[in-house]
C-alpha cells in the first residue's frame, strides 16, 4: 500500500487495525486466558517487552499478576498513592519495618507514611531484590556503550523518567525501586551475590490496598554479570478483586503488618472512603 501520500499514509495505517503484536498492551484487556479462583474481570492486559516500560492507575483491591514468560525478564516496580503521589513505595521502610531485605509471599510494600501500598499475596520466582535499585544512564553508556531510552540498552531510571512524566510525575519523584525475577543475596562479609532467575514462568502476584499509580521498567538489573543487555519479556494480567480486610491472616501475620494495615485504614476512615 503506497504512503507517499496522505490519503495512502491514512489508509495503511487504519489497515493495521487489529494486528497483534508480541509486545503490546490489549485494549480492551479481553478474556481471561486461564483465570485465577474468584478472580474478576481484567483491567489490565500488556506484555512489555524487553527494555520497554509501562504505566497503570490501578483501583484499591485490584490484584496485579506479573510474569516472566521466558526467564530473563526483571520487573522494576515504583508505586505511588494515585491522589496524592508524594506518598510512594519507600523501599528502605519495605525492609527494616518488617525484618525483612528479601521479598516473597506476604510482603507488604510500605509508604513513608507507615501504610500499605500493595501485599505480595504470591510468588512463585523468590528472585527478587529490594537493595540495588535498577539501572541508570550513567551505568549503562559504561557498560553497553548507551543508556538513553532510544537506544538499544535503555536504562531504568531513564524509562521511569517516562513513565513519571505521563502520570504528572518528575525526576525528584523517583525514588528507588523494586525489581521482581532476577535475585539478590547479601553474603557473610556484606558483599551482594547476584542469583539470577528461577527459569521461565514464574509469576508474583501484588494485590493493591490503596488507589495507586504502578510504574514498570523491564530492563537488566543493574548487578547482572552478563556483558550482553539481556532482557525478555513480560506479562502483565490485573483484574478486580478485594482489598485485605481484618479477617484476612495477612492482616494480623505480624505486629508490623497489623499495624501498617490499621494505618492505612485509620487514614481511609478519616477521608470517608473507607
Known sequence: MATATTYGARDHARAQEGTRAEAMPVVPA?????????????????????GNYTHKVLARGTELRLTDPHGDACAHVLLYVADRPWERLNVADTVKVQWNAYLGDGVLLLSDQGRVLASLVADTSGRHDALCGTSTLVRNTARYGDGSPQSPSPAGRELFKLAAAKNGLGPRDLPPSLSFFQGVEVRDDGTLDFTGSAGPGTSVTLRTEQD????????????????????????VLAWRARATEPDDPLWNATPEGRRAFLNTAEFRTARGSA
Open 30 to 50: 479481553g478474556d481471561w486466558p486461564d483465570p485465577p479462583p474468584d478472580a474478576g474481570p481484567l483491567v489490565w492486559a500488556e506484555t512489555v517487552a524487553g
Open 212 to 235: 495507586v499509580t504502578v510504574l514498570i521498567a523491564n530492563v537488566p538489573h543493574p548487578a547482572d554479570p552478563r556483558p550482553e543487555y539481556v532482557s525478555t519479556a513480560l506479562e
